[in-house]
């Protein structure tokens, strides 16, 4: 009987929840391959993580690199093959649908989507999408977000790059049955990492003549500042994480988010318009 290798890619390894789940795989004694985009990163985390952790220098919007990176792990582990992949690298662009441009659309769908496609199209194989595997069929976790089901003002790009996940997880999770390989959507909500710093700032410049300003500040009042002061830590969700990882029958889709009831439980309970009109009321979208 073939063993379960305990080799394991994940993605967007330098910071917040990739650095996270490097570290808790690591403490569980997996070897982790990381992806990490500037050489200075790479070091930096060669020399937190020790030998256990090797990176591997590709961006998700570089198809030849990833190519690249695939070809060279090919060569290292063989048929040791991958026990997991997980798909975290991601970014979060944010503003009025009206003042964004469609070139903004665009690099959150090459990060997000076909960056988590060309990566899991290049990896498959070594998962045990081929012939004579030499391990047992590895995992995919696809780090997704409860805006992949549940959009909000000023999001737009990042939710439907998330919603795109979800539908293209949900295809791939059928078919990959075929290979015994499993595919779960981890769905956090707010969590501490450097993503918020990134994202969203309604008092830029760039943003100081749109209709929709003032809005934007009280959504960053309101509840924004509140859920990034609530949310979970990085380390809780990369070990809740872990733990779904581990379980020989994980849910297909798994919510993490802090007061699951007020900030998931109750908004899906009610109608659509309803909530659209709760939230229009609150960030003064309706008199």
Known sequence: MTAKSKNILITGASTGIGYDL?????????????????????????????????????????????????????????????GGLINNAGIAVAGPFIDLDVEEFQYQ?????FGLIKVTQAFLPLLGAR?????????????????GRMGMPFVSPYA??????????????????????????IEPGPIKTPIWDKSMNPLEDKFKDSAYHQIM??????????????????????????DEFEKKKSCARKVIIARKFKNWTLPNLLPTRRLDKILGKALGLMK
Not at 160 to 185: N, Q
Not at 218 to 235: H, M, T, V, Y
């Open 109 to 113: 769908f090459d990060v997000n989507v």
């Open 22 to 82: 490097v570290k808790v795989f690591l403490n569980n004694g997996y070897k982790v391959f990381g992806s990490i985009r500037k050489q200075e990163d790479a070091d930096r985390l060669v020399k937190d993580f020790g030998a256990d952790f090797e990176p591997l220098l590709f961006d998700v919007t570089d198809h030849r690199a990833i190519d690249a990176a695939a070809g060279t792990l090919e060569g290292e582990i063989g048929n040791e093959g991958l």
């Open 160 to 185: 439907g790059s998330k919603h795109a996940i979800e539908g293209i997880t949900e295809c791939i999770r059928k078919e990959l049955l075929l290979f015994g390989i499993d595919v779960v959507l």
């Open 217 to 242: 500040k009280n959504a960053q009042e309101k509840f924004i500042r509140p859920s990034i002061e609530s949310a979970l830590p990085s380390d809780k969700v990369s070990q809740l994480i872990f």
């Open 131 to 147: 012939k004579n595997h030499g391990s047992v069929p590895g995992k995919i976790i696809q780090i997704s977000s409860v805006s």
